[in-house]
Structure formats: C-alpha cells, structure tokens
T-cell receptor, first 113, second 112 residues
C-alpha cells in the first residue's frame, strides 16, 4: 500500500538552528500538509499546499516556518530558527484529488534543546 | 466554528471488554468523519471513515456510525485486545482543501 514517508524520524537540534523536515507524499496525491503534535496535546494543523503554493496556514505557521516542493516528489518543512516550544512530532500528510482521505506519515520527532 | 469533542481518557479495559469512545462534532454541512489511531511510538494511521450520514465505517473489528441527528461518530469494538492499546483521534475536514481538525485524543489501555 502506498504510504507517506518522512525523514528524519528523530532530530535533536540546538535552539536557534535551522531544521528541515522532509516528506515524500503518496505519488499521485496533489494536496500536501504539515501538522504537529506537542507531547500529550492535540494534533494541530500547520499548513496545506496545493498547486505549488500554500493554500492555507494556521496562526502557528509564522515567518519562521516555510514549505517547499523542490522537485516532483519531496515536500519539506523548514523552521528557520528553532525555539524550545517547537519541540513536537511533525506529521506530513497528503490527499488525492478525490479529497476523500488524508494519509499521514510516521512523523518526525523534533527536540529543541 | 467547526469542532470535535472526544471523551476524556485514559480508558482502561480488560481484554475482551466492549469499547466505546465517544466523539461529537459541530460542523457546517455534512463532512466526512474519520477515526485515526496512534500506536505507541508510531504515527497516525487511518482506522476508519464515513462519508455521509448513516454510513458505518469499519476496520479491524472497530466500527463507527455517522449519526447526523446526534452529530456523533462514536467508535466501538465488541472485544478489545491488548494490541488495541493506543491513542484514538476523531477528526473532520473543515474545508474542501482537506484541512482536518482533531479531537483531543483518547488513550486506550487494554490489560491482559
């Protein structure tokens, strides 16, 4: 079964450093997303991406965050200058054109120290 | 605005017990409804879904029926196993772009 893959599975970074989280969505999907889950809390929407541009973003997704689809397969989330409160599990997700179901990756644990 | 409310956890059950995890929602229109499961140390997996009122989604012995009249999508399983121990999330899309909002998650712990 096709799946969304994410790398790295876990990253530890120092406060103020830049981090790039990578995702390979399911190949025929056209909608891409990033969500995050702070430990013990609800899964929160960060951003959606369609047709090579951001279609929606949450209040969390400020100027420190950016997304990119650098080629036909990868979808990246960049945090420019990490803060302690960015420590969370970050999930990539994708959806096909029918819009029926969103599939999530395994997540990338980001720990900012 | 749209919202999802789940029963609070943790829920602790013995193996073979009956499970219900309540989920109610507030939404404009009649969106699809989803249950996702997160096993320890893993990501979110789609467990089941229902796309319209009175639909029943089912998978791995779990079921949930889309009840328009009570705006509910309760998750049930007749006989839980230790391997069902996980956090369960109810979710609904809030627009055509597929943005999901999640309930707060309900942790299930099944003891042998």
């Amino acid at each position: 079964e096709p799946e969304v893959t994410q790398t790295p599975s876990h990253q530890v970074t120092q406060m103020g450093q830049e981090v790039i989280l990578r995702c390979v969505p399911i190949s025929n999907h056209l909608y891409f997303y990033w969500y995050r889950q702070i430990l013990g809390q609800k899964v929160e929407f960060l951003v959606s991406f369609y047709n090579n541009e951001i279609s929606e973003k949450s209040e969390i997704f400020d100027d420190q965050f950016s997304v990119e689809r650098p080629d036909g397969s990868n979808f990246t989330l960049k945090i420019r200058s990490t803060k302690l409160e960015d420590s969370a599990m970050y999930f990539c997700a994708s959806m096909d054109i029918s819009g029926n179901t969103i599939y999530f990756g395994e997540g990338s644990w980001l720990t900012v120290v | 605005g749209d919202s999802v409310t789940q029963m609070e956890g943790p829920v602790t059950l013995s193996e073979e017990a009956f499970l219900t995890i309540n989920c109610t929602y507030t939404a404009t229109g009649y969106p699809s409804l989803f249950w996702y499961v997160q096993y320890p140390g893993e990501g979110l997996q789609l467990l089941l879904k229902a796309t319209k009122a009175d639909d029943k989604g089912s998978n791995k012995g779990f079921e949930a029926t889309y009840r328009k009249e009570t705006t509910s999508f309760h998750l049930e399983k007749g006989s839980v196993q230790v391997s069902d121990s996980a956090v369960y999330f109810c979710a609904l899309p809030v627009n055509q772009g597929g943005k999901l909002i999640f309930g707060q998650g309900t942790e299930l712990s099944v003891k042998p």
